[in-house]
């Protein structure tokens, strides 16, 4: 297949929007700019055997994933998504399949609307995808890591350890046949939420001193934020929100759930740092939320309480250069 019969083939792909002048096909693609909103830019990398392996995930699932891995980063920052670019590092034998990346792209995309704009397509030895996502947020008002506060309460969207768990499973040979909770935790590992919308739903409700999503692991992405801050973050196992597969996983391999949670990384969920005021009104959002602990004013750290006992949690997920 020539490339200019390639690229035609995706401009289907391309959703029109108001805030698009111009999609694909030029040089460049041309976004109307908003009056009183900064914009918001982060780039995503999804590349075959570091980040995936198609033993694992069918290619919808890899472009589903890759995408709301970049659209996470919007969210933590407490704004909204406007267009994406998508660069494809695609071997000869996928060139044929490259719908099925772009149908799992826009599938997470558009429930978010947000369209593709453009990008760049190279044939190579190995799948890649990435993707730079431009967002925009109320100007002055984009939430930032560093901003914990010693009292603050420390609160988790949704529920922790899956994505680890399946990948646990999996190399350990219990993934065979069908098994409710391999179900669940690869439901999560292969179809990770972007929280967008909760996000937005907090924002409007309570004050938010900062934020970040967890894509390596609640240990070290919690470590960062600590740090970022100049604050101690404590964390307490019991409150944890830890999904039965998890647990059920954890018992069978006669470990504690919380390893797992505190190490899975690619979960996408969002910590956030709130003012202690704000405990009971996030209780009465009827969101997935829990409050996990609390920020102190101490030498920067991350740890977890377990047993009374005070864990460092530095060290603990994913490390891009390990």
């Not at 996470?72 to 407490?78: K, R």
């Not at 646990?168 to 391999?182: N, P, R």
Request: contains cysteine; glycine residues 8%; charged residues 30%.
């Amino acid at each position: 297949m020539r490339e200019d019969q390639f690229l035609s083939e995706l401009q289907k792909y391309f959703k029109e929007s108001p805030r698009v002048v111009r999609g694909p096909g030029d040089d460049c693609g041309v976004v109307k700019s908003v009056p009183g909103k900064d914009i918001l830019l982060t780039t995503e990398s999804f590349i075959e055997g570091k980040h995936f392996t198609h033993d694992l995930l069918s290619l919808r699932e890899i472009g589903y994933k890759a995408g709301a891995a970049a659209l996470s980063d919007i969210a933590a920052m407490g704004g909204k998504p406007v267009v994406a670019l998508v660069n494809l590092n695609i071997p000869e034998k996928y060139i044929a399949r490259a719908s099925e990346i772009y149908d799992g792209l826009t599938e997470v995309f558009s429930r978010f609307c947000t369209t593709i704009v453009g990008g760049n397509t190279e044939k190579t030895d190995y799948l890649a995808l990435h993707i730079t996502i431009m967002g925009e947020v109320t100007r002055e008002r984009a939430i930032y890591r560093d901003g914990v506060k010693p009292g603050d309460i420390l609160v988790i969207t949704g529920d922790l350890g899956r994505p680890h768990g399946f990948l646990t499973a999996y190399y350990k040979g219990l993934t065979k046949g069908y098994k409710w909770w391999v179900n669940d935790m690869r439901d999560k590992f292969a179809r990770p939420t972007p929280r967008i919308e909760e996000m937005d739903k907090i924002l409007k409700e309570v004050e938010v001193h900062a934020a970040i999503d967890i894509s390596d692991g609640l240990g070290v992405d919690s470590f960062r934020m600590a740090k970022a801050s100049g604050v101690e973050m404590l964390f307490y196992a019991d409150r944890l929100p830890i999904n039965e597969s998890v647990k059920h996983l954890a018992s069978k391999l006669e470990i504690k759930d919380w390893f797992i949670a505190v190490e899975s990384g690619e979960e996408y969920e969002l910590l956030l740092a709130l003012p202690p005021e704000a405990a009971e009104k996030i209780e009465e959002l009827k969101l997935p939320v829990k409050i996990i602990g609390e920020a102190r004013e101490d030498k920067p750290g991350s740890y977890i309480i377990v047993d009374d006992m005070k864990i460092d949690l530095s060290k603990r997920g994913w490390d891009a250069l390990r």
